[in-house]
């Protein structure tokens, strides 16, 4: 047989025959292979792509008192992400009066803050979530405030995690509307701090009162470990009033309310300190008391020659009042304190004893939303002796509002018993102390 000129055995024809059919086939089977494979991506595609059409279309972003991220109404799974954050820059100075108290010129960032909150699965299951850094707590990032909750109803939600415990509507308040630089030296003395527990909120319209109420590991827990918090529980309430009109946020009158805006309210809390499982130190939780003349209640020696405290109960009431009209603000607290039942070693020459303390400031709006003057004083006595604070300053509202705010103020303290790293506060103090703070928000 000849082929293509070539004369070839008939066997090796057919063989050749055979090999062409076989490659001719799977070059058939390669191309519908090839159209299968792109008909697959094509619908796979297809399928991606209204996936995340419906997914966005679910799905909205923007900025509404802070940054959020949100499903949209009819969601079958509703959620919401709401990021904020915070920053104070401050200046201080201390100008002291002798040589046993340390002249500052610094600067330092007080609070840097990053905060989420929102809700997921059901409008009323929140959450909170603080993140705070800070220059003079060894440039650390701590978790703050955490916690989350259900709202039941306006009237009732139950809560658990960290939390400012109650003790002081001066202290619950918060940092961002305080009308001078920080809190006030009384405020500093008396006031609770954080602690984890759970706790129960609500507001009434009829009439205007709202309330927290909490139980917690202790009045200041914020951060020890398990062997520096006692084996007894803290308890704390606070309740306020707003008869006239709606009092806001913050301390100034921005609005220039037209009506008077009052705002009173209570406060109350217990605890009972140095339980089995607490340990001695600095990391114990009872260390943060503080007698009038500025010594910590476990120091040694503290209540009598040789005493060492091991085991006390503390009470503390606070009432507070507060007022707004065209532009004038006045804002008051008062604190009552009962330590009692004290117990340890050593000869003891109190073993109850009482402290009373105030602040009262007020300010005044003398360019509308724009600038204030404010002055404020606060006292502290008590069985071991007395203390005041007196100060001045004023607030560059830049935006009108707390969230882009200067502030500049003097502080008069004469041997300060209080001490907080947050007001810059020092105990012994002894001379005028100078702060100037820009705080910027979002």
Do not use: C
């Amino acid at each position: 047989m000849t082929i293509g000129g070539l004369s070839v055995s008939s066997a090796h024809a057919d063989s050749v025959l055979a090999d062409s059919v076989s490659i001719e086939k799977l070059l058939k089977r390669l191309e519908a292979q090839d159209a299968r494979i792109e008909q697959l991506e094509n619908a796979a595609s297809s399928i991606n792509n209204s996936e995340t059409e419906a997914t966005s279309s679910n799905v909205e972003t923007g900025y509404q008192k802070g940054f959020y991220i949100r499903s949209k109404d009819g969601a079958s799974l509703p959620f919401k992400v709401k990021i904020n954050g915070r920053l104070q820059a401050r200046w201080q100075g201390f100008d002291r009066d002798n040589s046993e108290t340390q002249s500052r010129n610094e600067f330092e960032v007080e609070r840097a803050r990053l905060t989420f909150s929102g809700y997921f699965k059901d409008p009323k299951l929140n959450y909170y979530i603080n993140l705070d850094g800070d220059t003079d707590d060894n440039h650390r990032v701590v978790f703050h405030d955490f916690w989350f909750g259900y709202q039941f109803l306006q009237e009732f939600g139950l809560y658990a995690g960290k939390v400012m415990v109650p003790g002081s509507r001066d202290w619950r308040n918060g940092s961002t509307y305080t009308h001078l630089v920080d809190r006030s030296l009384a405020t500093t003395f008396f006031r609770p701090d954080r602690s984890v527990g759970v706790w129960a909120k609500g507001k009434l319209e009829a009439p205007k009162i709202a309330y927290e109420a909490m139980v917690a590991n202790g009045l200041n827990t914020t951060d020890l470990k398990t062997g520096g918090v006692d084996d007894q529980l803290a308890y704390s309430a606070n309740v306020y009033w707003e008869p006239l009109a709606d009092y806001g946020k913050g301390y100034a009158d921005l609005k220039g309310s037209q009506k008077l805006a009052i705002r009173v309210g209570t406060s109350a809390s217990y605890a009972e300190f140095g339980g089995s499982n607490a340990e001695d130190g600095d990391e114990a939780e009872q260390r943060f008391v503080r007698l009038s003349n500025g010594t910590r209640i476990t120091e040694e020696g503290a209540l009598g020659d040789g005493s060492q405290v091991e085991n006390f109960d503390l009470t503390l009431l606070a009432t507070d009042f507060a007022a707004k009209y065209r532009g004038f603000s006045v804002n008051s607290e008062a604190f009552f304190r009962w330590i009692s039942d004290v117990n340890g070693t050593g000869d003891f020459t109190h073993t109850n004893f009482y402290d009373f303390g105030f602040y009262v400031d007020a300010g005044l709006m003398v360019i509308p939303t724009t600038v204030e003057l404010v002055g404020r004083y606060s006292w502290i006595d008590g069985d071991f002796g007395n203390n005041d604070e007196y100060a001045a300053g004023a607030n560059w509202y830049v935006d009108g509002t707390h969230k882009n705010k200067l502030t500049f103020d003097a502080t008069f303290l004469d041997d300060a018993i209080a001490s907080s790293s947050s007001p810059n506060f020092q105990i012994g103090d002894s001379g005028v102390m100078y702060r100037l703070q820009w705080q910027v928000a979002f």
